[in-house]
């Protein structure tokens, strides 16, 4: 699974891209983003359930679990042993396994 780490990390970098004001009740932006996603996740879990949803991701970090694409494109790109993560930054991203 995704560690709770990885995922505090998405969402920061998440929130940070976002061109909001701040609410005049908080400290900092950081706070006012959380405040927002607070908001947001609550409407969220009113949506229609979407199954199978996920993403076509076909590769995941051993490290921090985030799921992602494989970069290779070329045959020896993809036979490398590991990929470098985009969120905890260790070589240990790794092709998943097709079930059959």
Known sequence: PTSRRAKAIMMAEAMSMWHAPSAPATCCNFHSGVAQMK???????????????????????????????WEGRRREESEAQAQTCGVCYEERVVRLQAVE
């Open 39 to 69: 908001v947001l996740v609550g409407k969220m879990e009113k949506y229609t359930c979407a199954h199978g949803a996920a993403g076509r991701y076909d590769a995941q970090c051993a490290s921090c679990g985030v799921l992602a694409a």
